[in-house]
């Protein structure tokens, strides 16, 4: 018997509404609706603020839904966005405003306040992660300055606002609530002392408005959208399925390492996100001044990994070259002029806070690199190529650091997403690390959703290896071995880049 699922997928620069149906062991993906997402500056306070248009994207969420109903009943619906960002309800459970987007620099002043009260060492202690500006408790924090604060009831990371939307019931599952800087990577849930800091020092209503934590595969309840007929294949209400909320933490599900090699991921997509996966989480000093983060993924293990600034440099560029009305951007021309381009002629530190805010990229890009003393590039097919080569100085970089900093050696890296298509970006990846590289799945992301959400409705079963062997099975996959003698090539780029 066939099963058909429903992967909602939010990115940071588009949403995605995509269909699978599962038969023979296999998952077909087809795309029901796609549409366009980028944070819409707003005007607060006498200062330029960046907000979701979260209603825009219901929208889109609604018209792909009903796309996939009419195509035949849905066995599951799962939501997977990206981390960090909420919105906040009040105590009718109506959205108090749009949800603010973490490359807005409202946190500046927050992140000071919370470091004078407590320091970076013991903040890493309690909640394994990665420093980022934008990490959740910092906004919070922010929004204590806000009218709305004194109204919220709740706080809804953004696929469980969705969730809350579709269904009525309120929850918060883990591998999102990891990126908030307020879990126990240890224990998965909400840390008592960091708690106590928030509410104690700066007034933020935790835990109260905080709803009950849930893992991934947890049944949420049935879905319910108004004018949208969806129903079962038994003619039942469909459930909400809380997946791996945090689109990583079903990309990570989606890799399809059944070699049984220890392996490296790469998410690639608007980020990076660089690492493994683990059992425990890694509480290290070094890892804290490397600047991992312990993310929790599904069944119970850590995304260890660090993320890295990703194709959001190359989207802004391309942004920029659209409005400037120029010709030939066509993938097979830019993918032409990058690879004509001369190897490791420029390359950058794409990780730099320089390249974190949206508008002007190209001029950040050509600023950065005379500062540095490196050579500004001057044709479209040079910037796209030191974009290329610099992201993988950053994953060679990363992927050495995880192997330290975690003691466990990696036999083959897995980059799934967007940039698994870029052959190059592939291919020069393996070159640098000398490990081979598996291309694939690009829809890695929904796969995990998906495949989540059919172990939760019974037509799967057992562990993430058994689900990783049906998305192997699913997907279209290229392998990229090393080129033999190139790592020494990728030592001298890396030195460039973080001597500079």
């Not at 929850?171 to 609530?177: G, I, L």
């Not at 109260?208 to 004018?227: H, K």
């Not at 850590?302 to 600034?309: E, H, P, Q, T, W």
């Not at 690009?442 to 049906?470: F, K």
Request: proline residues 6%.
């Amino acid at each position: 018997m066939a099963h058909t699922v429903v992967a909602v997928d939010l990115g940071a620069s588009s949403g995605r509404v995509l269909r699978g149906v599962l038969d023979g062991g296999v998952l077909a993906v087809e795309q029901c609706h796609r549409f366009p997402n980028a944070p819409v500056h707003v005007p607060a306070g006498g200062v330029d603020d960046l907000e979701w248009d979260i209603l825009f994207l219901w929208n889109g969420i609604r018209t792909g839904l009903a796309e996939a109903a009419k195509r035949g009943p849905v066995d599951a619906v799962g939501v997977d966005t990206w981390a960090v960002d909420y919105g906040l309800l009040d105590e009718d459970g109506r959205l108090l405003g749009n949800p603010a987007a973490y490359r807005s620099s409202r946190t500046a002043e927050p992140v000071e306040w919370v470091f004078s009260a407590l320091s970076r060492e013991q903040l890493h202690r309690c909640n394994g992660l990665q420093f980022q500006p934008f990490n959740t408790m910092f906004q919070l924090v922010s929004d204590t300055s806000r009218v709305r604060n004194s109204l919220a009831h709740t706080m809804l990371m953004l696929p469980d606002l969705i969730g809350h939307w579709l269904t009525g019931r309120s929850v918060c599952e883990v591998t999102n609530a990891s990126s908030t800087g307020m879990i126990d990577p240890s224990t998965r849930r909400w840390h008592p002392a960091v708690m106590r800091l928030l509410a104690d020092s700066f007034g933020v209503p935790v835990p109260q408005i905080l709803p009950p934590l849930v893992e991934a595969g947890t049944v949420v309840g049935p879905v319910a959208i108004a004018d949208i007929d969806m129903r079962d294949s038994a003619g039942g209400p469909t459930p909400l399925v809380a997946v791996g909320t945090h689109d990583t933490a079903s990309a990570v599900v989606g890799v399809p390492a059944v070699d049984g090699l220890p392996f490296g991921f790469i998410s690639s997509g608007t980020w990076s996100l660089v690492g493994t996966e683990l059992d425990a989480p890694v509480l290290s000093e070094a890892s804290r001044a490397a600047n991992f983060t312990n993310e929790l993924g599904v069944d119970g293990t850590v995304r260890y990994l660090k993320n890295i600034m990703g194709m959001w440099v190359q989207q802004e560029c391309l942004r920029e070259w659209i409005d400037q009305d120029m010709r030939n951007m066509s993938w097979a021309v830019l993918d032409a002029e990058t690879e004509a381009s001369e190897p490791l002629r420029t390359l950058f530190d794409i990780n730099d806070p320089a390249f974190m805010a949206p508008d002007g990229m190209l001029g950040r890009i050509e600023d950065w690199c005379r500062r540095a003393g490196e050579p500004v590039p001057q044709t479209r097919g040079q910037v796209l190529r030191a974009i290329t080569e610099s992201l993988v100085v950053a994953y060679r970089r990363a992927l050495r650091e995880v192997v330290e900093l975690s003691g466990r050696p990696l036999g083959v890296v897995h980059i799934v997403g967007g940039g698994s298509k870029n052959a190059l970006l592939c291919q020069l990846t393996a070159d640098a690390t000398g490990l081979p590289v598996v291309a694939g799945p690009v829809e890695g992301t929904a796969i995990g959703n998906m495949v989540v959400q059919l172990r939760a409705i019974g037509a799967l079963s057992g562990s993430l290896q058994d689900l990783r062997v049906v998305v192997a099975e699913s997907s279209s996959l290229s392998r990229h071995e090393p080129s033999p003698g190139a790592a020494s090539v990728w030592d001298e780029a890396e030195a460039r880049v973080f001597s500079s």
